[in-house]
């Protein structure tokens, strides 16, 4: 059986755009805070 090895991803990569999101302010559920950042910085890589 062949092992998969995932690279982590690097601090900024994962947490700049939560900050970005969370930047205005505003109180947010986690859920809508991923749909926000899949939406904002993911929805072009799929």
Do not use: C
């Amino acid at each position: 059986m062949a092992k998969i090895i995932l690279e982590l991803p690097k601090f900024q990569e994962t947490f700049n755009p939560i900050l970005d999101v969370l930047s205005n302010g505003e109180t947010i559920q986690y859920r809508e805070l991923i749909k926000q950042v899949i939406e904002k910085h993911y929805e072009n890589n799929r």
